[in-house]
């Protein structure tokens, strides 16, 4: 069940690479964001207002820092989505697999295998590839990086703290400080309006609801439940749905450059998901 829960909510990721884009070609990318997670946050009160009154000070700042993140995460990312393809953002995005031991490295001290820096080649090899796609944007695929950085970190936390919270709770902090950061840069830029139009509210219903909170919720639910490696394997598929997406209802053409460089960056996950797994599976509590 768990399993399934999280395959289908990558394939929903998938699918909002494109409803993303065809939004913020027409509303104001930070406005989106915003009403994207105050419709998320809504929806969580709704069921867990009060069980953020059991996390205390330690699991609100946990959900603090995770909602910063992923709001890093998911700001770079969109921006990078508005400049670049949604295969390419896709592809870039399943980056986080190679990330996550490097982080590893850097932050803890965890040695990183030969696999890793295999991977870490591999995606050097497909980002050079895709730079030099016509239709896609080496800024754009710069900032999706700088975003798969911010989501590697993210997940790296919900790991650590997934067990120690109530889910809801913690999900509910995530989503509402990803909420205030928004709105805040969308008043100071002077971009908050009201949505309109199908094409806006149906990629805000479909990110704010099950994307973001349904989404982030099966994520916390289900790193309890299955084992790291699965939960890393499966989450790599967002890479390939966003691919079949983006060719089927966004028209990606990328040639046979950018389709090797994604094939290639796809290669280097896989090469690397191992270590990644070993690596997240080591931050969880022991018994």
Sequence with gaps: MALLAVILVTAIWGVTFVQVKDAVDVYPLFAFLAVRYAIATGVLALVGGRRVLTLGRSGFAAGGVIGVLLGVGIGLQTAGLERTTVSSTGFITGLYV???????????????????????????????????????????????????????????????????????????????????????????????????????????????????????LIQVWAQRRLSAARIAIVFSLETVFAGIFGYWLANDRLGWLGWGGCAVILAGIVVAEPTAARFLRSLLPSD
């Excluded at 932050?107 to 896609?136: D, I, K, Q």
Aim: charged share 10%.
């Design 98 to 216: 190679v990330l996550t031991p490097l982080f590893g490295l850097l932050l803890f001290r965890t040695r990183v295998g030969l696999e890793v820096w295999a991977g870490v080649v591999l995606a050097v090899v497909g980002l050079a590839m895709l730079s030099g796609v016509p239709v896609g944007s080496s800024g754009g695929n710069l900032l999706v990086l700088a975003s798969t950085a911010a989501q590697a970190l993210q997940i790296l936390m919900v790991e650590r703290y997934a067990s120690r919270y109530d889910a809801i709770a913690l999900v509910l902090v995530e989503m509402g400080a990803c909420f205030v950061g928004f709105l805040a840069i969308a008043l100071a830029l002077g971009q908050l309006e009201v949505p309109r139009g199908w094409t806006v509210w149906g990629a805000l219903i479909v990110t704010g609801i099950f994307a973001s909170a349904l989404g982030y």
